[in-house]
C-alpha cells in the first residue's frame, strides 16, 4: 500500500494537534499511486490551506473570473451542494430543488438576480470569499449556481425515491423524463 505525506504549517499543528498527515493512496501499484498522489496531496493542501485562513480570518476577494477559475469554482460548488444533498433523504433533497426556481437573466440589468442563492451564501462563508454585488465574478456565481441547480435537478430526481405505502419497502422510481436515453 502507498501513502503520502503533508506537512502541517508550524502555527496550525497545536491547534490540529499534528505535525503530517498521511494519506493512503489506496493502492499497492507504482503507477496508480503516482497518478493519485498529486490530487490526494491538493486536495489535502487546500484543506490545510483553508483552515489556514480560517485562522488569520484572511478573505479572498473575488473580482473577476477567468475560465479555469469558473470551472473549479463551479466544481467545489457542486461537491458543496452534492455533500449536503446526499446526507439528506433523497425526497428531502428533491423537494429542496422543486423550492428553488432557476434565477432569470434577463437582457437588462434591472432584471438579473441581486443576491446569491442561500447555498452559494454559506459556500462562500465557509470558503472565506468575499464577491462584490454587481462585479463581474458575481453575476458569474450566480450562473454557475444555476447550472449546479440544473444538474443536480436531473441527477437527484433520477433515482427520486417514493415510499411505498403499503409494504413501507422503498422503491426507486426512474422518471421517464430523466432516463438516459444513450
Do not use: C
Not at 434577463?106 to 464577491?131: A, M, Y
Amino acid at each position: 500500500m502507498f501513502y503520502t505525506r503533508v506537512q502541517v504549517p508550524k502555527e496550525l499543528q497545536a491547534s490540529l494537534g499534528k505535525k503530517e498527515y498521511w494519506i493512503s493512496l489506496g493502492t499497492s501499484d507504482r503507477d496508480v499511486a503516482i497518478k493519485r498522489a498529486f490530487d490526494s496531496v491538493k486536495k489535502k493542501r487546500n484543506e490545510i490551506d483553508l483552515e489556514l485562513r480560517r485562522s488569520r480570518k484572511e478573505y479572498r476577494l473575488v473580482s473577476d473570473l477567468s475560465d479555469e477559475e469558473v470551472v473549479a469554482l463551479g466544481r467545489e460548488i457542486y461537491e458543496h451542494l452534492h455533500h449536503h444533498l446526499s446526507t439528506i433523504p433523497r425526497m428531502e433533497a428533491w423537494n429542496y430543488f422543486n423550492s428553488k426556481p432557476t434565477l432569470d437573466f434577463g437582457d437588462s440589468v434591472s432584471t438579473q438576480p441581486t443576491e446569491l442563492p442561500d447555498f452559494v451564501k454559506q459556500f462562500v462563508e465557509l470558503n472565506l470569499l468575499k464577491i462584490n454585488e454587481g462585479s463581474n465574478a458575481f453575476f458569474k456565481v450566480i450562473k454557475i449556481a444555476n447550472d449546479v441547480i440544473t444538474q443536480l435537478k436531473n441527477e437527484f430526481g433520477a433515482t427520486q425515491i417514493h415510499e411505498t405505502a403499503s409494504s413501507g419497502n422503498s422503491a426507486i422510481f426512474i422518471d421517464p423524463k430523466y432516463r438516459n436515453t444513450k
